[in-house]
């Protein structure tokens, strides 16, 4: 190297400092337009729609689907009239002043098992609960209430008209819609389709999730690591949330940094799903190629959400399929599917666009939070306070699996002591 180039090189570094430390290194570039969270969720509820068919399911086989349509009572719950103790019953215009002493009527009426005839007046039938209310029967005392004589009961007055019966239709009535389009299927709708008489559901197909990991340092669990490797987390995690929310897992493994194989894995997946989650390779840098190859596409928006964990996420079209490339960091791979892929599987899949359900609860720590951006922090709820994860850190995945849930802190500046409400939104309430 000769004298001349060493000149050069002094002369180019005149003046050439290194930047100086940002006291906050994740402050917001000037000039970048960061979309805030409720923008970004407004984009994607305006933007995506059903991309699934239709079936016609037995009620048995329909847990977790989505209603492809209104569904409504073939018949009413309960279907007539009935009594909800086991007691007597009578016609309560038939009741004289005071006390009462009544006749019973031979026979009883149980459930399933209809009293064929009609009560006199002035007399009482044995009835048991969930026994359709006979002719001549409106209303019915407790057997705790009576006295059980030769052939006749003896009570106290004071019962009101229809004591202890259920009408018919009181719960609904037939030809009510009971679950709208887009409902989730869950165990409590299926007793109430089973009640009103619809047992077979029209549901949307189920979504095809395909999940891919990219980076060459990814390794499959049990294998053979050297340095530099790491074994692949993030696509057991985002496979099995897409297990939870109920749809179809296509695992498409594991992709090295190198644009033409993910982009042969891009073909296969979108050949077998309905749409990609991949994680890794969302930003910018030299390797990432999620974001290159969406851009390459033409379809890409790369999208810099004002959310911390889980800045970088380039969301694109592959030949018509949606691709959501989740940041590499598995606090912010788990964060960014809960809060933005979540809801927006949930258009896709036909169901209705989801908001998790959080409450404030007092906060169990200290924080001091800037301005500019919203945060999710690990937590859980122990003595009704919120605690939150000892470390920020986006690849502490052990604090994925301490949380229970997150706290949401507010895109403004929040100085939160313990006792502060904060918003604690369960991990429950993303299913
Ligand atoms: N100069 C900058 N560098 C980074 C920025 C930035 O703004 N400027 N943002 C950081 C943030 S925040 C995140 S998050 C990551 C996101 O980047 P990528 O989506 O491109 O992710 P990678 O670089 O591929 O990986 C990040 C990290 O996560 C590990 N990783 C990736 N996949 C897995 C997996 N399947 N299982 C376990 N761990 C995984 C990977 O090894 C890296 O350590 O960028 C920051 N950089
Ligand atoms: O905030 Mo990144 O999105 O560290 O994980």
Redesign the pocket.
């Known amino acids: 190297m000769g004298q001349g180039f060493e000149d050069k090189l002094n002369q180019a570094a005149e003046g050439l400092r290194p930047p100086p430390l940002r006291d906050d290194c994740f402050a917001l570039p000037a000039g970048v337009d960061w979309t805030p969270v409720d923008e970004a969720l407004d984009m994607l509820r305006g933007r995506l729609h059903p991309v699934v068919g239709q079936e016609t399911l037995p009620l048995s086989k329909a847990l977790g689907r989505v209603s492809a349509n209104d569904l409504k009572a073939l018949r009413a719950n309960p279907p007539q009239a009935n009594t909800a103790v086991d007691g007597y019953g009578f016609a309560h215009a038939s009741l004289g002043d005071g006390d009462q002493v009544m006749p019973l009527t031979k026979g009883r009426a149980a459930a399933g098992i209809a009293f064929d005839g009609t009560v006199p007046e002035g007399h009482a039938l044995r009835i048991l609960t969930g026994a359709a209310l006979p002719e001549g029967v409106d209303t019915v005392i407790l057997q705790e209430d009576v006295t059980l004589g030769d052939g006749a009961i003896a009570f106290r007055a004071g019962i009101k008209p229809g004591a202890n019966t259920r009408k018919a239709g009181e719960d609904v009535q037939a030809g009510e819609v009971i679950l709208r389009e887009g409902r989730v299927l869950t165990p409590a709708d299926m007793a109430l389709c089973a009640a009103v008489g619809v047992h077979e559901v029209p549901v949307r197909k189920r979504l095809k999730v395909a999940v891919i990991?990219?980076?060459d340092?990814?390794r499959e669990p049990g294998q053979v690591v050297e340095k530099g490797q790491?074994f692949?987390?993030?696509?057991p995690m985002l496979g099995g949330l897409v297990e939870r929310f109920g749809y179809d897992l296509v695992d498409m493994g594991r992709v090295p940094d190198d644009r033409d194989a993910l982009r042969q894995t891009f073909d296969q997946a979108i050949e077998k799903a309905d749409i990609i989650l991949t994680?890794?390779?969302?930003?910018a840098?030299d390797e990432?190629h999620v974001s290159a190859l969406l851009n390459e596409a033409g379809a890409m928006a790369e999208w810099r959400i004002a959310v911390k964990?889980?800045?970088?996420l380039a969301l694109g079209l592959w030949n018509g399929t949606p691709v959501f490339g989740l940041?590499?960091?598995?606090v912010?791979a788990m964060v960014c599917t809960l809060v933005f892929a979540r809801p927006a599987m949930s258009l896709l899949a036909g169901g209705k666009w989801q908001e998790p359900q959080g409450f404030n609860i007092p906060a169990a720590f200290e924080k001091k939070k800037k301005p500019g951006r919203r945060e999710y922090l690990r937590a859980r709820v122990r003595d009704g306070k919120a605690e939150v994860f000892k470390s920020e850190g986006?690849?502490r995945i052990s604090g994925l699996s301490w949380a229970e849930g997150l706290v949401e802190l507010p895109d403004q500046a929040a100085h939160i002591t313990p006792g502060t409400p904060v918003r604690y939104i369960p991990f429950s309430s993303f299913e």
């Open positions: 990991s990219t980076g340092e990814l790491i692949d987390a993030n696509r994680s890794g390779g969302a930003s840098g990432d964990p889980g800045r970088p940041p590499g960091n598995p912010a986006s690849g």
